[in-house]
């Protein structure tokens, strides 16, 4: 019998397995919604997101694995903004026609204009350097306006560091706004929400189960006085 080749892989919620090249991870109720997104946004020319395999028999859902160094360690340099604009940019674009229908693990936020991927932040996504290459993990997709994926990604790359000067969050922010080429009803729609969004991620650390890792390391605290702290953004990417 021929040995399996088995990686123990870590994420945040979830423990993934690389075997014999392929990732297997815990499924949920969604997951066939998220594996009919991957194989439309696939057939659509976007190369960068995993490819289903339906699933094990343990009931794991199976996908490709994509080669790159998750980025754990946050990058903000302007490669990583700028690349990881462009990348959100060519999914959302992926999704046109795609019919959305239910069963995903989030309701839809209207208008839903995209399939946003619900969770866009490095932890997610595969770097080559400090280029963004690849998106992982779309359990957290949902029919969502574009905004709501942006908003993240400038949180994330821009504002999340509260230790930087206050003018170079605002750069980094309106360089993501740029880079994804932002309406500027989806500049609109990162100002006026991004603090709500950051106290909705408070609460579900809050009050979702498996977030024990997150609630012992106060993340919920931090969103909070983020959600207090974050600067105006409207002077600086409502221009587009």
């Given at each position: 019998?021929?040995?399996?080749?088995?990686?123990?892989?870590?994420?945040?919620?979830?423990?993934?397995?690389?075997?014999?090249?392929?990732?297997?991870?815990?499924?949920?109720?969604?997951?066939?919604?998220?594996?009919?997104?991957?194989?439309?946004?696939?057939?659509?020319?976007?190369?960068?997101?995993?490819?289903?395999?339906?699933?094990?028999?343990?009931?794991?859902?199976?996908?490709?694995?994509?080669?790159?160094?998750?980025?754990?360690?946050?990058?903000?340099?302007?490669?990583?903004?700028?690349?990881?604009?462009?990348?959100?940019?060519?999914?959302?674009?992926?999704?046109?026609?795609?019919?959305?229908?239910?069963?995903?693990?989030?309701?839809?936020?209207?208008?839903?204009?995209?399939?946003?991927h619900g969770d866009f932040a490095q932890y997610n996504?595969?770097?080559?350097?400090?280029?963004?290459?690849?998106?992982?993990?779309?359990?957290?997709?949902?029919?969502?306006?574009?905004?709501?994926?942006?908003?993240?990604?400038?949180?994330?790359?821009?504002?999340?560091?509260?230790?930087?000067?206050?003018?170079?969050?605002?750069?980094?922010?309106?360089?993501?706004?740029?880079a994804y080429d932002a309406s500027p009803a989806t500049?609109?729609?990162?100002?006026?929400?991004?603090?709500?969004?950051?106290?909705?991620?408070?609460?579900?650390?809050?009050?979702?189960?498996?977030?024990?890792?997150?609630?012992?390391?106060?993340?919920?605290?931090?969103?909070?006085?983020?959600?207090?702290?974050?600067p105006d953004l409207h002077r600086t990417i409502c221009?587009?």
């Amino acid at each position: 019998m021929a040995s399996v080749h088995r990686v123990e892989l870590r994420g945040g919620l979830n423990t993934v397995w690389l075997i014999d090249g392929r990732v297997h991870r815990p499924s949920g109720p969604w997951s066939t919604r998220v594996h009919a997104l991957l194989r439309h946004v696939s057939e659509a020319g976007f190369t960068a997101a995993p490819i289903p395999f339906g699933f094990d028999l343990k009931g794991r859902e199976v996908l490709s694995f994509l080669p790159g160094e998750v980025g754990h360690h946050f990058p903000m340099t302007d490669e990583a903004v700028i690349s990881s604009a462009r990348l959100l940019r060519r999914y959302h674009d992926a999704t046109a026609g795609f019919v959305a229908g239910s069963g995903w693990q989030c309701p839809a936020i209207e208008p839903a204009e995209v399939l946003c991927h619900g969770d866009f932040a490095q932890y997610n996504l595969v770097f080559e350097g400090d280029a963004a290459i690849g998106m992982i993990d779309f359990d957290w997709a949902r029919p969502a306006p574009r905004w709501y994926d942006v908003a993240y990604g400038v949180y994330r790359f821009a504002l999340m560091d509260l230790d930087r000067p206050v003018a170079v969050q605002l750069r980094a922010a309106a360089l993501f706004c740029d880079a994804y080429d932002a309406s500027p009803a989806t500049r609109r729609g990162v100002a006026d929400n991004l603090p709500g969004y950051l106290i909705r991620m408070a609460e579900q650390v809050e009050q979702d189960p498996r977030f024990v890792t997150q609630r012992a390391e106060a993340h919920n605290t931090m969103y909070r006085e983020h959600a207090a702290r974050v600067p105006d953004l409207h002077r600086t990417i409502c221009t587009g």
